[in-house]
């Protein structure tokens, strides 16, 4: 069973995954898991060499881990926390920790090898971020779990294991660090203003104009104004939504601008490596006035050295105003 | 100028370089800056290709900027933050900015370009920790800067762009994050039981001894319960200390367990990237019962990933305690 550990000075939860212990020697060769032209897990006909899927998107004539699918998900297959068991929480002298109880899944957005969020017909978009909501609502009923975390790693830089194109989710039976800054700092915020922070960033963004990508009828995309990276990409609801949902059952206007925003970094950035999660309230305070879920999304193309993980400082070679300038002249 | 921006959501600060305004196509081919085998302006004899040095531990018949020496502090010839003009804060609305005052500054350990801080005789290591105490000294005096941040990159997959062994260190006008995190947190504990959180963490890990990986009469290095990342490693002073110093105006013992630690990390792990960083009390309390100086070193042998980023949770293959093991069981 993995374990949850708590750093009694600042606060900061590890996930120690006990039974996959690595020795020193496998750090050593570090090879990479990517299989460019080999066998892949995550393509059509190979089903069976997956755990089995939790749900798909599959033709009413075609039966579970078996072709015909255009989306799946399964249970990771070397998750980082494990699924089964009750939540057992416990103090070692100074120290706090739990059982790693969590869930862990994969979200294969094709069958085909050859498509990526960025270039994969716009309903399969629209299916990819269904099938994070409806995992989304199913993991909530699982009283042990008060988060869930979805997430991206495009490129092995990025930290994918496999170029297939995939997303990830991890369900966590705390609310992580960064999620719980957020909704803290919202809720100090609207406890002297009585308004979102999130909000109040859009106006004003909307209103400035020179941080915004692009906009359409629902959502916003923009470079923060505090970008961690070169080309941080933030797309927020313009609405106020303290959860990720489809509004009206439909997902299309996200679909659109989430498309969009890869297809402007591949084409500027000539298909970097990326990351993206998906921040929103926690389970037990989904509907709110303080906080607003969004899309955080960072191509990977600086390194994290020793000031920034020392500091919690990031250094960033290229102003979020330039960045958007650079994204929304990208002709696509 | 650079330019400091501060994230009003989760109170982040980023240093956004203005000057070194980095375009989409400087990203496209990241090639290496890392010469080997080439020309190294940290080599003896290539004084006159850096900015002139700050100070250098040379004998007295030598003239700066010239061979001779066996340590040399220069500004950072591409520093981050800007060490003339006054501090000037501002706001944009609903964003807090200041302009990017500070040093950037780069430890050159040794003239040879074949030894590293594990393979230099110990007095040459004693000379790296004298030149990041004078550094910091003589920082403090300037009342612009609130904290130094010491932090060494070893490797290009740590962020070393150069090869020849340095240290680095920024002065900054702001407490960074991290640092103000452990600040907050060991005040707190401090007021609910008037003794210092690493003082009882120090205590109960000599007892349990179960993560200590060495220690000698002054200097304790073990591996924190909530590791991170496979092997992090911290180096923390047995006795109370608020800040970096050398006791008794002798560093023979830091100087000790520091190389015997990178010693043992490049016998188990083949000589892997890494960083540390030294995180100390704040210029304007430096004397305290409550915090507690440390070094805190990471092997750079898993990648930072969308979870990891997007959650502040990090998720580690290797237990603390087997980490200890192979450390403690290293032939060096």
Redesign the interface.
């Known amino acids: 069973m993995p374990e949850l550990?708590?750093?009694?000075?600042?606060?900061?939860?590890?996930?120690?995954?006990?039974e996959?212990?690595?020795?020193?020697t496998d750090?050593?060769s570090?090879s990479s898991q990517r299989k460019r032209g080999g066998f892949c897990p995550f393509c059509h006909g190979n089903e069976y060499t997956t755990p089995p899927e939790i749900i798909a998107f599959r033709p009413p004539d075609t039966k579970p881990n078996t072709p015909g699918w255009t989306l799946r998900v399964m249970p990771n297959k070397f998750p980082?926390l494990q699924v089964s068991g009750d939540l057992k929480k416990a103090g070692?002298?100074?120290?706090d920790k739990m059982n790693g109880i969590g869930a862990h899944e994969v979200i294969v957005e094709t069958p085909d090898h050859n498509l990526s969020l960025a270039t994969m017909p716009i309903k399969g978009v629209e299916d990819v971020l269904w099938a994070y909501y409806l995992r989304l609502t199913d993991l909530k009923k699982d009283k042990r779990f008060k988060y869930v975390?979805i997430?991206?790693?495009e490129g092995e830089?990025?930290?994918?294991s496999l170029e297939h194109t995939h997303s990830?989710l991890?369900a966590?039976p705390i609310a992580?660090?960064?999620?719980k800054?957020?909704i803290d700092?919202?809720k100090n915020y609207y406890a002297l203003k009585e308004r979102c922070?999130?909000c109040?960033?859009i106006a004003?963004e909307l209103e400035?104009g020179k941080r915004v990508i692009y906009e359409n009828k629902r959502y916003v995309a923009l470079a923060?104004?505090?970008?961690?990276a070169?080309?941080e990409t933030w797309i927020i609801p313009k609405a106020h939504e303290s959860a990720f949902y489809p509004p009206n059952n439909d997902f299309s206007a996200l679909a659109d601008i989430l498309q969009r925003i890869l297809k402007q970094i591949d084409r500027?950035?000539?298909m970097?490596p990326y990351?993206?999660?998906i921040?929103t309230s926690t389970f037990s305070d989904e509907v709110n006035e303080y906080y607003h879920w969004h899309l955080?999304l960072?191509?990977k193309?600086t390194?994290?050295?020793?000031?920034e993980?020392?500091?919690?400082?990031?250094?960033?070679?290229?102003?979020?105003e330039?960045a958007a300038k650079?994204m929304k002249e990208a002709k696509i």
């Not at 070692?92 to 120290?95: A, K, L, M, R, T």
């Not at 830089?157 to 994918?160: F, K, L």
């Open positions: 550990r708590k750093d009694p000075i600042v606060g900061r939860w590890v996930i120690i995954s006990v996959r212990g690595k020795r020193p750090f050593i570090p980082a070692e002298g100074i120290f975390m997430f991206k790693n830089a990025a930290g994918a990830q991890i966590l992580p660090k960064i999620v800054e957020e700092e919202a922070i999130f109040d960033l004003q400035s923060p104004f505090a970008s961690r070169p080309f500027i950035l000539d970097p990351n993206f999660v921040h955080e960072l191509p193309l390194k994290i050295a020793g000031f993980w020392g500091s919690g400082f990031y250094i960033n070679p290229t102003t979020p330039e650079f």
